[in-house]
């Protein structure tokens, strides 16, 4: 049999803060593995949209996953698509997985736990967390880091003025008219937008600050200009990856100019930062282990609690 796990019951079977303890785990456990991450992407002749194809798998897990999403940025939600969970003992195809809800959730909090660990401590004094695209992912990566830390202040500002208010008063916020304004005000800053052009610029940052930088994630897109990302401490989660895909790829940018991946960072391999004052940039890709990471939590729950309708595709 096979569970249709729609948004829905992935909303009441999942929660951020267990999430985050998986994604954790996954972290310190995928560097075990032999097989390098992949993606396989393809543009698609419709304005703005592509296609990309992910299979995802995981030390200690016996099962994998295959990925298969569409983004169209003027949709809601712009990603749209099925995670497949099989059985690695026999192949059974044991669930077919809204997408769009694990891609938010895996993003959103894989930032949560990197910010959270390479930002500097919230005990620090006041501290003040900026989002810069009020989004999906974004919503995400703010529900999980309140599970991991306090602050004093949040700030926001999105392309769209009523989203925007809208996420400021979800987490009692308030609302900045630019990107550069949140910078100005915020201890640690999370992009999560389409842009195609820096948003921010090495004179926009102060010592010690942090960014993660979501929306990096594909060819042509950019959310922090280059010689950020040469002067920063920079963490990655896969630095083959974003060197093809990512944020350094589309800098033009090597692989050896990441500094650590988050996995070493976990492990205690590598700091997450060498000083208070220093600048730090966390810049994933999105890694298909994570995907299976989620997915495998979300089959687990529910099956235990019978959710989702269960279908033989073989009869």
């Known amino acids: 049999m096979t569970r249709i796990l729609t948004r829905t019951d992935l909303l009441e079977l999942l929660n951020p803060s267990e999430c985050v303890e998986v994604l954790r785990k996954g972290f310190a456990a995928s560097v075990q593995s032999a097989l390098p991450g992949r993606r396989v992407r393809t543009d698609l002749p419709f304005p703005g949209t592509a296609t990309a194809l992910l299979p995802g798998l995981l030390p200690g897990t016996d099962a994998y996953t295959v990925k298969v ?46 910010t959270d660990l390479i930002a500097r401590p919230a005990d620090d004094g006041g501290h003040t967390v900026g989002v810069i695209g009020a989004g999906a992912q974004a919503e995400l990566t703010v529900r999980g880091l309140r599970t991991l830390r306090s602050w004093d202040r949040l700030v926001v500002h999105d392309t769209d003025a009523r989203r ?14 630019t990107p550069v304004e949140v910078a100005a005000a915020a201890d640690a800053v999370v992009l999560a937008t389409w842009a195609r052009e820096p948003l921010l610029h ?16 594909e060819p042509g897109k950019q959310e922090i200009a280059p010689e950020v990302l040469v002067s920063a401490r920079l963490i990655v989660d896969d630095a083959a990856l974003v060197a093809a895909h990512g944020a350094l790829a589309n800098a033009g940018l090597p692989a050896s100019s990441a500094a650590a991946s988050l996995g070493e960072v976990i492990r205690g391999e590598a700091p997450a930062r060498s000083h208070g004052r220093e600048i730090t940039v966390y810049a994933p890709v999105g890694l298909p282990w994570q995907d299976l990471a989620l997915s495998w939590l979300a089959f687990q729950r529910a099956e235990a609690t019978e959710t989702g309708a269960a279908v033989d595709f073989l009869s």
């Open 164 to 177: 925007a208010a809208a996420f400021a008063e979800r987490h009692g916020g308030t609302v900045a008219s």
């Open 69 to 114: 999403n569409a983004k169209f940025p003027g949709a809601v939600p712009s990603l749209r698509g099925v995670v497949c969970l099989y059985s690695g003992t026999d192949g059974e195809l044991l669930a077919l997985i809204d997408s769009a809800t694990i891609t938010a959730w895996r993003t959103g909090l894989a930032a949560a736990l990197a």
């Open 202 to 217: 090495a004179a926009d940052l102060s010592p010690g600050q942090h960014l993660t930088t979501l929306g990096a994630d």
